[in-house]
């Protein structure tokens, strides 16, 4: 009799109209609505690029809906854009609790600890991804470049077979299995991959780029040059290819427009003894041996601050040689 009263008492309060059982009754899906409109425009705006934008829409909504645990993902993908991986790993961190089986939330995360370096936590997450959801090609071909930065290679090809199995479309796979490939002295199969990937995405930079360093190991130096010159036209930002187009130059014979290269590869990238060493290699073939000597000084200076033993080995065999002549 009680709860039948309650609920007679109820629909007598919806009759007549109480404004507050109205204003109760109406709140909850005024707010979900709500909350629901803030995560679309913040996805819309991330998909633009406008990250800090989609960042101030999705703080209002966590705010009203602190447990929105696609809200938290949003906007840890856009902090990691932003620069930002530590308060990304937070963001990731805080919706994996509020809901341990969201999939994307892992993968996401794993592509975050590879760009920081933490190859075995990648993994971890990656597999987790995988276990609920095994055809996430983006998780297979993330995980895949753990194990390739790991030097596993075998079980790197596993995955990216797995992920092109999936998608056969996709030209990021077939950079990733060249460089899988690459890393397996299996260069053949690494260019023909290389080259699919050009195929598919002629504006990919990264798909001339390492077309271009399987090249450079091939000793094709004008294939390399060509393709590294392609890499910087679509991507000026892409400092390693200064280097490597540089290198190419200098095996071609043409010192000055490698002095060009090398000298971009050392403003980007001061601290790297191998951008001095091969500077002074090329200053040795343009006749400047006391501006050689230097670089290579530096070079040898930089490898001993990082511990690198073949690093030093080279320079310090550079500058004795250099004093022979």
């Known amino acids: 009799m009680r709860v039948r009263f309650t609920v007679l008492a109820l629909l007598a ?26 995560y679309d425009q913040a996805k819309s705006l991330f998909r633009q690029g406008s990250y800090k934008r989609a960042i101030a829409l999705l703080d209002e909504l966590l705010l009203e809906d602190p447990h929105s645990a696609k809200g938290l993902v949003l906007r840890g993908d856009a902090r990691d854009n932003l620069g930002d991986p530590q308060g990304a790993l937070i963001d990731y961190n805080a919706a994996i609790a509020l809901n341990p089986e969201f999939e994307y939330a892992y993968a996401t995360r794993c592509a975050t600890y590879g760009d ?18 095994p055809k996430d090609t983006w998780a297979l071909r993330t995980r895949s470049v753990a194990y390739l930065l790991s030097q596993r290679y075998a079980r790197a090809l596993t995955d990216i077979d797995a992920a092109l199995a999936l998608d056969d479309t996709d030209a990021s796979g077939y950079i990733d299995r060249c460089r899988i490939y690459r890393g397996m002295d299996r260069l053949n199969l690494a260019l023909g991959d290389c080259n699919r990937a050009v195929a598919l995405d002629p504006k990919s930079a990264a798909a001339s780029f390492y077309r271009g360093v399987v090249e450079i190991r091939e000793r094709n130096w004008n294939g390399a040059s060509s393709d590294f010159e392609s890499s910087l036209a679509l991507d000026a930002t892409e400092t390693g290819a200064h280097y490597w187009l540089a290198y190419a130059y200098h095996r071609l014979g043409r010192q000055h427009r490698a002095l060009g290269e090398i000298a971009a590869y050392v403003r980007g990238v001061p601290d790297d003894g191998d951008g001095y060493l091969l500077r ?3 200053l040795m073939r ?34 004795n040689e250099a004093e022979k002549q």
Do not use: H, V, W
Not at 22 to 33: H, I, L, N, V
Not at 312 to 319: S, Y
């Open 280 to 282: 002074a290699k090329i």
């Open 116 to 133: 920081l370096g933490r190859l075995k936590d990648a993994i971890g997450d990656c597999s987790k991804a995988l276990s609920l959801d």
């Open 13 to 38: 309060g919806m009759a007549l109209g109480f404004p507050g059982f109205a204003r109760a009754a109406a709140t909850p899906s005024a707010a979900a609505a709500n909350a629901a409109s803030l």
């Open 286 to 319: 343009l006749g400047r041996a006391a501006s050689a000597k230097r670089d290579a000084a530096r070079a040898l200076q930089r490898y001993k601050i990082a511990d690198d033993q073949s690093g030093m080995a080279r320079a310090t065999e550079f500058l």
